[in-house]
Each structure stands twice: as structure tokens, then as C-alpha cells.
């Protein structure tokens, strides 16, 4: 701890405040800044040159002036406390309470930044959550300690589907807790969060970290930040399989982009900074588990596609760290179906882990397979149809089609506050697979096939 | 060395990008030590007094006045027994000795261990030895023999050569002249390892991926790049490849991707027993793990490490297969850290150099004969992860003029679940020729022709498929409507390869061509019938499924040619 104060302002520009005279402040530590309005504000080093610290200020730098500021330096990163005491609490992009409670005082406390995971010390992950939501947990199981993102366009459920997660997901009954960064989002949207999370909250299964549309932009970098840090730990040390929501990463990238425009850095591709791919990993590589220690974290960014494109920067570089995705298709919103996912498009690629013998249901993973695969045919037979009408369509191609419609209404539909369970989940899709041809169903063993379909005269 | 003219002081601080003055003597590319944490950093430029440092590890707290410490060195790996079946981090320190959380100090102890070696000597003293002599073997280091070789840049009379026995770590086994040779070297990895000659000969790889040893084979010594979007299966392919491909040595790199990925490949390998060696796969595997949230400079080290690695076994005189994913994100870090000197860009913001420093990679490739007298190989493969899936992007594009191969992955192969997504119509493979000479000497005449045959099928059914998009099967001819059929059956039957299936995840060479002639013939086969005046609809009709199938359940291929020729032939 440096008790030094400095005073002496350089420039100040957008959030980023030079103080001029400083002896002894690292890179990258946190400092607190006593305005002459009477306000105490954060900083954070950016750079360091002989005796200039260059800061960004969290809650920006309107009001300030050279000559009104004091500086002191922390000695260290920013960091918040860790514990069981979060359990239950809101808080914002700077850790501080929302909820009206008292200062989150824990048993320790960590840098935000956290640190990389000796890559030989992971577990693979294993074990499935069971999200309660059929068409996920069926098709693209999520696995306790991955990373799977939501990708979806602004105007479709998203939010509603990543609430309904966080409200129902469960491990088999081991202790389970939510972490919900909110980064960016309306009022409207934080208020919905907050009412459908209320007896997650009320359980002490819950955490939030909320960062407002109009909070500061620069807490929005720090509020992923301090949600992973807390999850680290009560997954790593205190034992919970730990599910963190983060929506909606558009928005962090945005912000992550503001403040590299405010520092002069050379864009890449559409403006965002080169450094945006990195930037993510640090969030998104924290989720996994540890050998030889309980718990997990999982991680479920939730970001909207600008303009429907998957291959604009945000989703692009997000699919290139996450293990899979579940995107969410507008065509099938407009028919109202929800959740509107698009089974085809979406993929957890550690289902093949999670999913099966000893972890779901030992038909899983073959069914599964078999749905999807059926699903790819019925689209063609959709796209044939287009061209030369359904009237001149096969036998098998219409029967295709008819099994689109039955995966769609009995595994896909499903109330909001509808929970399945795993045994139900796949019956249902043994149900909607049942329509085809018996012929048909190459993908799954003929043992697995007599024990799960009506006798072939029943169709 | 004097210490005290060896030490200079930060000057400032930006992630990374360290400045520094006072240390007059420092020059390009050496290794410094920044602060009380002993960040190790690159000398990258000097300019008058100034000298900007690349620093490899976390710089926080880091300040200006903090002390800069030098080495002497340039960048250097470690090399010697030990490596197989371990992980390392970029700089080449043992991940699998390190904590669970890796903040800069915990790395830099790892360094020290205290293994004895079992040292075989196999040279007499007395000898002249010349660089790439055989000294002698480690013999405690799994499958693949250890061998102590004289190191580049040493030659003269053999004066002394430990005997048999247990040698600690920093011990001399020999003596050349003056200079005493231990089990471990220091070699900069920035510059390649020396050897007498790039070979004329030729000799193929074995990949195991039927798409690949048939349609795209490379050769030993060559250099491919694997681009695809996110999810096409280039992680997959990559592992698939350092499982199953029949080369001695594998070096994967994990450069900035997944920790999870690290920890399967670890697990995989070491699951598998090497058919060849009858070793576990882990032990003809060495692991560099820089992945995404490690140290992004570390990232742009890790492959010069690996490759490096490469060349050490390589001088042994095996063929070594380097294995990088993804070298996207080591042009990243390359990128990252220009953009912060203030380089001017160039592509995309890529540092105007980006292409020299791919050549200086991928030029460390080849089939050599090094200075020992043995002819190995290092062979390069590399991922490539295209912003957007857009092939046209600066690191794609400039990757593209230094290999010899392109192994595209395609999104919609992928997205319609088709693995290996290989695309056949965008990849290429300039080793095909020699690879065909080198069947038809090894008694494969029929090849090339077959490969020929097949990537016409292929071509000529997706030509004809868009063909019917618009006017409709139906109104083509019989023939054409056969070719679609078998581009779809080349696809199904022969390509597909499931990387989990516990028969079919890899694939002899014999298999794999027995394979394609079968489905060849049948195609041919099918076209006979339309011929004989068999509507073609019944032939499209027929159930070909035992076909498909016979990849993964047909261990006897004839059985399955019989049956399906007779079901064929009651059609007619
Ligand atoms: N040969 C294969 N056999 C079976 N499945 C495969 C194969 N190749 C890819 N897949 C499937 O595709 C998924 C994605 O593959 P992979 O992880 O290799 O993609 P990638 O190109 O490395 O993506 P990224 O750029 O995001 O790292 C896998 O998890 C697996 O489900
Ligand atoms: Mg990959």
C-alpha cells in the first residue's frame, strides 16, 4: 500500500486521467480518487512511464479538473472479497451492494483479473446440468464446466430462455448457485431478470452483478470480472457447481471497443481492438473444474448477433473460444414457437462427454444423434417442397417433414416455466422420432429401438 | 559477467510492451529479467538508449525505476530427455510440475527438478566426432530411444565419455576438445537447427483420415495448413492426426485455444497404446500448452519452441509431426504486440512482417539428411482460424504461400455434421505426384488413377447437384443421375470418418483404398444398369446402406462387395 497522494494533473480525455509526479505505481493496480465535488472514484493503471501514470477512471471523469483530483495508489490489481456472504446479494460493476444490504465483507479477497488455470490441472468435463429446457438438454446437453454461449438477435426471447436457465438448472442435487452478470441491459430487462431469479435469490442460490445500460462503461469490463471471481471461488473452494450468466457479452464487446477507440489503439476488424479475441478467452476460459476439487463453472454467455450475422467480430470470436453453441433462429420465433432454437445450427461439443451411459439415459446419445441427423433430412425435404410442392414429394421425404413438426411440438415447445426432467425430455423425443419409418433409423442400435418404440404394427 | 553494468531500469510500462534504458550492452532478441519477479522479456528493439522489451508474462505491478536484469541469451528452449509424454508452457517449462494457478513466479520455479538420467554410452573415446555423432542413449525415457548426439558446432577428438549408468541432470557425459557436452543443451529457438541437406527423396505421411491419405496426402518433411470457421472440426483433425499419423515424434502445440482441449488430448493420449511401439501415444508426444488466457506473448514464442523441439528429435533421426492450433492466434499476439510499438499496420492491422515471420515458421520444415547422416523430417500442420470463416483474410491468404498443402475445412460439410469437413473442392495437396510416384513404386499402381477418378466423381456430382437444383433431378439423363449419386456415396461412405468411432477413427492405407475402388465399382456398376435401361429413380432408390456402413461395419470388405453387387444386379 503506497499512502502517497498525487495531485499533480497532466490531461484528462474521455475516461483516462495522466497524473504527473507518481513514484511507485505498477501496472495494472487500482487506485482511488478523491475528487473536489466531494465524490471518490476508481481508477486503474493503464500505463506507466518514469514518473506518469496514465489512469481510466471507472466512473468516468465529468466534474474533474487538474488541481481538483487526488490520487492513491492501492499497491495492488482491483480486487473484491470472496465467500459465502455473496450468496443472495446484487451488486454492481464495482462490487459495491444495490440491494440496500451491508458492505460484502469476506474471508478473503482476490484479483478480478483472476489467473490462468494450469491447463494439467483440468478436469475434462463430465458431468451434464440438467437445464430443465427439453430441446438443450436433449440436443445440446450442457456440461458441467463448459462454456456454451447463446447466440441470438435482438427482439427474440433470449433473455427469457437464459432466465429460464438460471432459474431451474440443477446437478443431480449437489449444491448449485447462479451467478448473473448483467452487463448493459435496460432497466426492464434487469427488473425481469430480478422478479424470475426471486426464489433462486430467496434459496441463497444467487448472485448479481448488474451493470446497467446506463452505468458506466467502464465497469462494464469489470463486471464479468468480479461475477467469475466470485464463482471461482464458490465453485473451487467452497464446493457448488456454479452456472454464470453473462448477457449481454454484445454490449461488454462494445464497451471493450469504446474504451480502445478513447486510448488511440489500431482497430482490426470492424473497429473492435485485435486484442477482443484475448480479451474474451480471459472471461470465458475461467469456466471448468479443477482435479481433485469439487464443484464447476459453467459459463453461459447470452449475446445478440448485430444484424443477424454470425459472423460479425462478437459471435465469430466468441464460437472460436466457447465449446459449442445454441443459437436461436428468428424464423421459428415469428411462428412462436419457444424457445425458438435452432436445433441444426446449434452444437455443445461436450455433450459426447456429459450425455449417455452413467451420465443422462443410455439412449441419449444415440437418439440424439438420430434426431438431429433426421432433422438435416427433414430440411432438405423442406427445401425440396419449396421448389416442386409438397404433392410431389416421396413417401419418406413427407414423412420427414411430419417428423419436423412432431419434434417441434412435443420436445421443442415448452412453457417458460416449465421444467423437464431428463427421463422426460427423452421420451418425448423418442415420441417426435417415432413418426418416421422404422427403416429410417439407421443411427440407433436395434436393442435400443425395440426397448423404446411401439411395436412396428402400432404405426 | 559484471553484474552491475548488466542491469538497467523500466522506463515504461503498457501491458506487454516494456521500455527500458540503461543497458548499453543488451542486444536483438535477448532474454531480460524485469523487476523482483523476474519477468523474463525479448529485446525487440533498440533505439539509442531506449530498448522495447517484450515481456512473456503478466506485467502487473511492474513500475517505472524497477531494475532490468540481462541474460546474456537469446530466447532458448531447454532441450534434452524428459519431453516426451510431458506438458510445457510456450517457453518450454513444465506445466505438469506447476501449480494449479499460474502467476508468473510459480512458472519460473519449475524449472528445477532433480532427475537422474540412465546414460548408455555408444561411442569410444579417441574418436574424431563431428556435430550429429552418436555419443550414446538415454535409456529411461519410454518407446522412443534417446539419443545423445554430438551438438551442432562441436566436433574434434572424443576425449571423455561417462559409462554406464545414472548421470544427474547438469552432469558432462562427454568431452569433445575443450568442451564438455551434458544431456541437456540450450538452443535459441529463433534460429533452426542445423543439418547437411534437404533430401531428394521422397517419403509419404500416413495420416489415417481416408480423406486426407487418399484425396490430399502430403509427405514427410512437408507443410500443410488446416483453415476453417469455428467448429468446422480443425482441433479435431489436429488431434486426430497426432493419434493416429505413423510419424516417430509428435510436438502439439496449443497455442492460444482451449484449456479444455489440452487436458483431452493429454488424457486421450494417454489412453492409447501405439500400435508400432507398443508404448502408450503420450510418450511420442510432446505437449506445448500456451492456451487462450496464458500470457499472450508466450503464444508467439510457443511455436518457435515447438518447432525447435522438432529439430532436436528430427537430428535424432526421427520424422517428427508439429502440430499447431492455431497459428491465428500466434499472428495475433504478433499483431497485439506491433500495434502497441506503434508499428505501422498494414492487412487488418497485421504488422507489415506478418508473412516473414509465417516463412520463418513453416520454412523450418522439410525431409533433410542432417548432419549425423540420417535422413529425417519435421513436417508442419497448422491450423488457421479465419475471422468470419473469410478465406481471404491476411493470415489465411499469407499462410497459403508457404505450405504445400491446404486441408480447407468447409462450414457447411460441417454444419450438416460431415467430419473430417474436408472440403474436396478447396483443398489441395502439391505432394499428390510424388505420392503417387511413390505407390506405384511400392506396389500401388492403380493410385493415382483411382484418386483421379474420385475427385471427378466428386467434382462432376456438384456440378451436376446445383445443375438439378434449378431444373430438377428428373429432367436429367441416367448417367448424370448416377454421378450424383455417387459423389453422395463417395462422401458417405468413404470420407465420412467419425474421429469417436472406436473402429473407424483411423484407417490403413490398404483399407481405405479397398474402400474407394469398392465404392468406385459400384458406381460404375450403377451406371452399367441405367444403361441396360434400368430406371435410374430405382437405382437412386436401391438401399445402399450396407455401403455406408461398411466403413465402420464391415471388417471384410469382399463380403460386403458380394452382397451388394448381387442386390445391384437384381435390379437389372
Ligand atoms: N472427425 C470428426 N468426427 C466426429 N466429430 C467431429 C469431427 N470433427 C469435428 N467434429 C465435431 O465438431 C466439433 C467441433 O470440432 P473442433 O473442435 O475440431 O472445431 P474447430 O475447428 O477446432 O473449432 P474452433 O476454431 O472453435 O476451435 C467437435 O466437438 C465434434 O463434435
Ligand atoms: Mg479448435
Known amino acids: 500500500m503506497n499512502d ?244 449481454d457479452m454484445t454490449s461488454y464487446c462494445e464497451a471493450v471497443r469504446e474504451v480502445a477507440a478513447a486510448r488511440q489503439e489500431i482497430p482490426a476488424r470492424r473497429a473492435y481492438p485485435g486484442y477482443l479475441y484475448s480479451d474474451l478467452a480471459s472471461l470465458y476460459e475461467r469456466c471448468g473444474r479443477i482435479r481433485g476439487r469439487p464443484g464447476s463453472v459453467t459459463i453461459m454467455p447470452v449475446l445478440t448477433m448485430p444484424a443477424g450475422d454470425i459472423t460479425h467480430p462478437v459471435p465469430d470470436l466468441t464460437g472460436y473460444i466457447t465449446e459449442g453453441q445454441i443459437v436461436l433462429a428468428e424464423e421459428l420465433n415469428a411462428r412462436g414457437l419457444y424457445p425458438p432454437l435452432d436445433v441444426l445450427g446449434s452444437l455443445s461439443r461436450l455433450m459426447r462427454h456429459g450425455a449417455g451411459p452413467g451420465r443422462t439415459r443410455d439412449d441419449h446419445l444415440e437418439i440424439a444423434a438420430q434426431a438431429v441427423a433426421a432433422l438435416a433430412r427433414a430440411r432438405q425435404a423442406a427445401e425440396l417442397a419449396d421448389l416442386i410442392g409438397t404433392g410431389a414429394l416421396s413417401d419418406t421425404d413427407r414423412g420427414y417433414l411430419a417428423y419436423a413438426t412432431a419434434l417441434e411440438d412435443s420436445l421443442l415447445r415448452q412453457r417458460p416455466d416449465d421444467c423437464r426432467t431428463f427421463d422426460d425430455t427423452l421420451d418425448r423425443l423418442w415420441q417426435a422420432v417415432s413418426v418416421l419409418p422404422r427403416r429410417e433409423l439407421t443411427m440407433v442400435s436395434k436393442a435400443l429401438l425395440a426397448s423404446h418404440l411401439p411395436a412396428a404394427g402400432a404405426r | 559477467m559484471d553484474g552491475v553494468t548488466r542491469q538497467g531500469r523500466v522506463h515504461r510500462v503498457d501491458g506487454p510492451l516494456v521500455e527500458a534504458h540503461d543497458l548499453p550492452e543488451a542486444s536483438m532478441y535477448e532474454v531480460v529479467e524485469l523487476g523482483e519477479q523476474r519477468i523474463p522479456a525479448e529485446v525487440v528493439a533498440i533505439d539509442g538508449t531506449k530498448l522495447t522489451l517484450q515481456a512473456f508474462e503478466y506485467t502487473g505491478g511492474l513500475m517505472a525505476g524497477d531494475v532490468v536484469r540481462r541474460t546474456g541469451r537469446p530466447l532458448s528452449a531447454r532441450l534434452g530427455p524428459g519431453l516426451l509424454g510431458r506438458v510445457f508452457d510456450g517457453l518450454l517449462r513444465p506445466l505438469s510440475s506447476a501449480p494449479t494457478w499460474l502467476s508468473p513466479q510459480t512458472l519460473a520455479s519449475g524449472e528445477q527438478q532433480s532427475t537422474r538420467w540412465h546414460f548408455v554410452p555408444n561411442a569410444a573415446p579417441g574418436e574424431e566426432l563431428r556435430p550429429g555423432a552418436l555419443l550414446g542413449v538415454v535409456a529411461d525415457t519410454g518407446a522412443i530411444e534417446h539419443r545423445v548426439l554430438v551438438p551442432p558446432g562441436v566436433s574434434g577428438e572424443l576425449r571423455y565419455l561417462a559409462e554406464a549408468g545414472k548421470v544427474p541432470e547438469g552432469a558432462a557425459v562427454a568431452r569433445i576438445g575443450p568442451t564438455e557436452i551434458g544431456l541437456f543443451e540450450q538452443w535459441p529457438v529463433r534460429r533452426p537447427r542445423p543439418f547437411a541437406f534437404r533430401e531428394e527423396t521422397f517419403a509419404p505421411l500416413h495420416t489415417g483420415q481416408r480423406v486426407l491419405d487418399l484425396l490430399f496426402p502430403i509427405g514427410a518433411g512437408s507443410s500443410t495448413a488446416v483453415p476453417g470457421g469455428f467448429g468446422t472440426g480443425k482441433t479435431v483433425l489436429l488431434q486426430q492426426l497426432a493419434k493416429w499419423c505413423d510419424a516417430d515424434v509428435i510436438v502439439y502445440v496449443g497455442c492460444g485455444e482451449r484449456g479444455n482441449e489440452m487436458a483431452d488430448v493429454l488424457g486421450d493420449l494417454a489412453e492409447l497404446t501405439d500400435p508400432r511401439t507398443g508404448g502408450r501415444m503420450i510418450d511420442r508426444t510432446v505437449i506445448l500448452a500456451n492456451t487462450s488466457n496464458m500470457p499472450m506473448m508466450a503464444r508467439e514464442a510457443s511455436v518457435f519452441t515447438a518447432i525447435t523441439v522438432a529439430e532436436y528429435f528430427r537430428d535424432m533421426g526421427y520424422h517428427v509431426v508439429v502440430v499447431a492450433d492455431s497459428t491465428s492466434r500466434w499472428a495475433e499476439a504478433l499483431r497485439e504486440f506491433a500495434s502497441r510499438t506503434g508499428a505501422l499496420p498494414a492487412e487488418e492491422g497485421y504488422p507489415a512482417d506478418l508473412s516473414s515471420s509465417l516463412a520463418a515458421f513453416y520454412e523450418r520444415a522439410g525431409r533433410v539428411r542432417t548432419e549425423g547422416g540420417r535422413v529425417a523430417a519435421v513436417t508442419v500442420v497448422g491450423a488457421v482460424s479465419p475471422p468470419g470463416g473469410d478465406l481471404t483474410e491476411p493470415v489465411t491468404t499469407a499462410t497459403e504461400r508457404f505450405v504445400r498443402g491446404v486441408w480447407s475445412l468447409d462450414r457447411d460439410l460441417a454444419y450438416s455434421r460431415h467430419y473430417p469437413a474436408v472440403s474436396w473442392s478447396a483443398s489441395y495437396s502439391h505432394d499428390a505426384e510424388a505420392v503417387a510416384a511413390w505407390q506405384s513404386g511400392h506396389g500401388n499402381p492403380g493410385w493415382a488413377a483411382r484418386r483421379a477418378r474420385a475427385m471427378t466423381v466428386l467434382a462432376e456430382a456438384a456440378r451436376l447437384s446445383e445443375l438439378a437444383e434449378i431444373v430438377g433431378t428428373r429432367t436429367l439423363p441416367g448417367r448424370e443421375r448416377m454421378t450424383i449419386l455417387g459423389g453422395r456415396l463417395l462422401r458417405d461412405a468413404v470420407l465420412a470418418q467419425s474421429a469417436l468411432s472406436p473402429v473407424d477413427a483411423t484407417c490403413s492405407g490398404e483399407r481405405g483404398a479397398a474402400l474407394l475402388q469398392l465404392v468406385l465399382d459400384v458406381v460404375d456398376r450403377c451406371m452399367t444398369l441405367v444403361d441396360r435401361g434400368v430406371a435410374a429413380t430405382e437405382v437412386e432408390q436401391f438401399d445402399f446402406g450396407a455401403l455406408v456402413r461398411a466403413r465402420e461395419e464391415a471388417p471384410d470388405l469382399a463380403v460386403c462387395r458380394t452382397a451388394i453387387t448381387t442386390a445391384l444386379e437384381a435390379l437389372a
Open chain 1, 4 to 247: 502517497l497522494e498525487y495531485g499533480d494533473v497532466r490531461s484528462l480525455e474521455g475516461s483516462l486521467l495522466v497524473v504527473r509526479g507518481v513514484r511507485g505505481a505498477g501496472w495494472d493496480e487500482s487506485a482511488v480518487i478523491r475528487v473536489d465535488d466531494g465524490s471518490e472514484r476508481h481508477g486503474v493503471v493503464l500505463e506507466v512511464a518514469d514518473d506518469l501514470a496514465v489512469l481510466q477512471v471507472l466512473e468516468g471523469t465529468a466534474g474533474m479538473r487538474p488541481g481538483g483530483v487526488r490520487v492513491r495508489f492501492s499497491g495492488s490489481p482491483f480486487r473484491v472479497p470472496l465467500g459465502r456472504a455473496w450468496l443472495g446479494r446484487t451488486c454492481d460493476g464495482r462490487g459495491e451492494p444495490l440491494d440496500g444490504g451491508p458492505p460484502i465483507l469476506g474471508t478473503a479477497t482476490a484479483a478480478v483479473n483472476g489467473w490462468p488455470l494450469n491447463p494439467v490441472e483440468r478436469e475434462p468435463p463430465r458431468e451434464p446440468v440438467l437445464t430443465g429446457v427439453s430441446g438443450i438438454d436433449a440436443l445440446t446437453t450442457v456440461v458441467r464446466g463448459q462454456k456454451l454461449p447463446i447466440f441470438s438477435v435482438p427482439g427474440l426471447p433470449h433473455l427469457r430462455l437464459a432466465t429460464q436457465i438460471a432459474a431451474q438448472s440443477s446437478a443431480a442435487g449437489d449444491p448449485f448457485v447462479v451467478v448473473f452478470a448483467a452487463m448493459g441491459l435496460p432497466h426492464a430487462d434487469i427488473d425481469f431478470v430480478r422478479t424470475a431469479l426471486d426464489e433462486r435469490a430467496a434459496a441463497g442460490e444467487l448472485v448479481m452483478v448488474l451493470n446497467s445500460a446506463d452505468d458506466p462503461v467502464i465497469e462494464r469490463l469489470l463486471t464479468p470480472r468480479i461475477a467469475l471471481t466470485v464463482a471461482e471461488q464458490l465453485a473451487f473452494v467452497e464446493g457448488s457447481h456454479v452456472l454464470v450468466v453473462m448477457s
